[in-house]
T-cell receptor
Framework: SAVISQKPSRDICQRGTSLTIQCQVDSQVTMMFWYRQQPGQSLTLIATANQGSEATYESGFVIDKFPISRPNLTFSTLTVSNMSPEDSSIYLCSVAAQTYNEQFFGPGTRLTVL | QKEVEQNSGPLSVPEGAIASLNCTYSDRGSQSFFWYRQYSGKSPELIMS????GDKEDGRFTAQLNKASQYVSLLIRDSQPSDSATYLCAVKGGGSQGNLIFGKGTKLSVKP
């Protein structure tokens, strides 16, 4: 499976600021996704990062709050904008070689908003 | 609303026993089914995938799928303390995107 890295691994941020999380894969992948895992909860899909076009957001998530870029087949970023304590969570990217293949997760970014 | 249901546990089994983890899903059009293992403080790790009815075995793990009953399970034979983790069931529908719907997970504890 692909080797996936995320930066930063963790961060503590102030309310009202923004944080950009990077996801890098060591091989080209068709699909890249961004998930959120709130404390003690399961994973919730934020959006599908589409290469060369706007991301596809799930219900409850909007581009102004979570802008996503995907400039090529190995890299994506997720920005958490105008943060509040409710955004404290683990943010995970995942990849799949093809649409219906297995998804593999990066190590995650643990975000705390004060 | 597509849902995936799991018993949250904790499920406690003695070392060497069989651990049985269950999952039901609401979307009858679901095509692909996955089990992830998540250790505390770590990201989910894919351990099994199953696409057709029946059993699929991989080492000590067996995944079972029954699409008519909308039910998927994971059996762990000869459970070890290192199997103690939260197990997440994930289901992918038949749409054009690769969206996974996750259950809330079952916490497994294997006692030495």
């Amino acid at each position: 499976s692909a080797v996936i890295s995320q930066k930063p691994s963790r961060d503590i941020c102030q309310r009202g600021t923004s944080l950009t999380i990077q996801c890098q894969v060591d091989s080209q992948v068709t699909m890249m996704f961004w998930y959120r895992q709130q404390p003690g909860q399961s994973l919730t899909l934020i959006a599908t990062a589409n290469q060369g076009s706007e991301a596809t957001y799930e219900s409850g998530f909007v581009i102004d709050k979570f802008p996503i870029s995907r400039p090529n087949l190995t890299f994506s970023t997720l920005t958490v904008s105008n943060m509040s304590p409710e955004d404290s969570s683990i943010y995970l990217c995942s990849v799949a070689a093809q649409t219906y293949n297995e998804q593999f997760f990066g190590p995650g970014t643990r975000l705390t908003v004060l | 609303q597509k849902e995936v249901e799991q018993n949250s546990g904790p499920l406690s089994v003695p070392e060497g026993a069989i651990a049985s983890l269950n999952c039901t899903y609401s979307d009858r059009g679901s095509q692909s089914f996955f089990w992830y293992r998540q250790y505390s403080g770590k990201s989910p790790e894919l351990i099994m995938s199953i696409y057709s009815n029946g059993d699929k075995e991989d080492g000590r793990f067996t995944a079972q799928l029954n699409k008519a009953s909308q039910y998927v399970s994971l059996l762990i034979r000869d459970s070890q303390p290192s199997d103690s983790a939260t197990y997440l069931c994930a289901v992918k529908g038949g749409g054009s995107q690769g969206n996974l719907i996750f259950g809330k997970g079952t916490k497994l504890s294997v006692k030495p």
